[in-house]
């Protein structure tokens, strides 16, 4: 049972944490371990609380922020030389509520699609390609990979306005992770490291020139197994950088964050998985994005 809880669990859901609108960017436990080439299908949700208008990583004063996300991703998990690797893409509708937290006031209430990413995956070690029959016949280990999100500026945006759920420009994002596995998969350790690189917003509030510095995302997380068909898992989120400009004039200066997270997963019925995360901010430089979130993934895995 052990070994196929793990390997029910994707090797390419990284897109969820990483929408260029709004989603959290602090991770969860057990985001690549690998699984059986295929398909994978996975709704996700997740309900975040910021200083921001829309985009977590971008803070704007007296502002607070309900964001509420609902992405559907749809990954192929194929084999690339011998490895396991995948690509995706991502989804999301979002619904916002944005409110001054000097007046009280509501300033904006939207809904609509946010920007959409495209997900590639590659394995470096540690997790070959495998087809369903060999699934069990496989025993976890330390495992390597390298995985690409491209967030595109498709979702809804308003040039006059703030807070959107678009972010009107594109997103890279490159994250290598890499996990140490023991007791066959009863314990693990997951290291994450990334950086986003933004392209500049030329229409923000009306004509203006916004850019944003690349932030970077160090993550340790450790899982285990605590009772039959549950493991959970506890971890710690580092942001760096992130600094903002508007017409070349520093708006917010280089971010410092750190937050905690927290996961559970277990299986449901055959070939799927529910994966339940929280997201809290407990220190953060002056002025720097402030956000807590609560994750919901369902996996689906044919």
């Known amino acids: 049972m052990l070994r196929q809880l793990l390997r029910l ?17 602090g991770q969860i436990a057990g985001s690549y371990l690998n699984a059986p080439q295929g398909n994978l ?32 991703i749809y990954s192929r998990i194929m084999d690339i030389g011998g490895r396991t690797g995948g690509l995706g893409v991502v989804l999301p509708f979002q619904d916002l509520l944005s409110y001054n937290t000097q007046s009280n006031v509501v300033t904006a209430r939207e809904a609509g699609f946010g920007d959409p990413s495209v997900t590639f995956e590659m394995n470096l070690f ?23 999100l491209f967030g595109l500026p498709l979702g809804q945006y308003d040039p006059n306005s703030a807070v959107n759920l678009g972010a009107n ?14 007791d066959e998969g009863k314990t693990w350790l997951d290291f994450y490291t990334s950086v986003a690189f933004y392209s500049a917003n030329e229409e923000s509030l009306g004509s203006n020139v916004l850019k944003q510095y690349p932030l970077t995302d160090i993550e340790l997380h450790y899982s285990r197994m605590v009772y039959d068909r549950l493991w959970a898992g506890v971890g710690v989120v580092g942001l760096f950088g992130g600094r903002v400009e508007v017409n070349d004039l520093e708006t917010t200066s280089t971010q410092h964050i750190g937050r905690l997270a927290i996961t559970a997963g277990t299986p449901m019925f055959k070939g799927s998985t529910a994966i339940f995360g929280y997201n809290n901010t407990f220190a953060r430089s002056v002025g720097a994005a402030d956000a807590n979130s609560f994750i919901l993934q369902l996996i689906y895995l044919f």
């Open 9 to 25: 669990l994707a090797s390419v859901v990284c897109g969820f944490y990483t929408i260029a609108c709004g989603a959290v960017y």
């Open 41 to 72: 299908v996975m709704y996700s949700y997740s309900g975040v609380r910021s200083n921001t208008g829309g985009v977590e990583s971008l803070p704007i004063p007296l502002t607070e922020t309900r964001l509420q996300t609902q992405s559907l």
């Open 126 to 148: 540690g997790a070959p390609a495998l087809q369903r029959e060999e699934v069990k016949d496989w025993t976890p280990g330390d495992y390597c990979g390298l995985h690409f």
């Open 169 to 182: 420009r594109f997103t890279f994002r490159p994250l290598l992770n890499y996990s140490i596995t023991r």
